[in-house]
C-alpha cells in the first residue's frame, strides 16, 4: 500500500520561489517509477505541471518551462518540485501523481497515474 504525502506549500510573492516535496510510503522505491506534480486551481481542469521517469528524464508544461524543476532524491523517497519566478497564475493546489507500472518516458496524461496525493495548497500574491 503507498501514500503520498505532499507538503512545502504555502504563500509566496510573485516572483519568489517554493519548494514542494511528495514523500511516498509504503512498498515502493520511487526512482523506479515515472512521478508527476499536477496542479488544480478553482474552477479548472487538473493539469500537469512536471513529470519525471524512472531514470530522471523530465517533462514539463510550458508554463513550467524555465521555472520550475522536478527531481527525485532516492534516499529519501521523495519527489520534489523547485518553483522559481511564481506567478499569481501558479496558484493552486498541488498534487503528487505515481505510476503503477513502469513508463518509456515522462507522462503528462492524468489517467496514467492511479496513485495521488492529498495535495499542498500554493498561493501566489
Not at 478553482?42 to 520550475?68: C, H, L, M, N, Q
Amino acid at each position: 500500500h503507498v501514500q503520498l504525502v505532499e507538503s512545502g506549500g504555502g504563500s509566496a510573492q510573485a516572483g519568489g520561489s517554493l519548494r514542494l516535496s511528495c514523500l511516498a510510503s509504503g512498498s515502493t522505491r520511487i526512482t523506479d517509477y515515472c512521478m508527476a506534480w499536477f496542479r488544480q486551481a478553482p474552477g479548472k481542469e487538473r493539469e500537469a505541471v512536471a513529470a519525471i521517469d524512472g531514470i530522471g528524464r523530465t517533462k514539463y508544461s510550458d508554463s513550467a518551462t524555465g521555472r520550475f524543476t522536478i527531481s527525485k532524491d532516492g534516499e529519501k523517497n521523495t519527489l520534489d518540485l523547485e518553483m522559481t519566478g511564481l506567478k499569481p497564475e501558479d496558484t493552486a493546489m498541488y498534487y503528487c501523481a505515481h505510476m503503477t507500472k513502469l513508463c518509456g518516458g515522462p507522462r503528462m496524461e492524468r489517467f496514467e497515474y492511479p496513485l495521488w496525493g492529498q495535495g499542498t495548497q500554493v498561493t501566489v500574491s
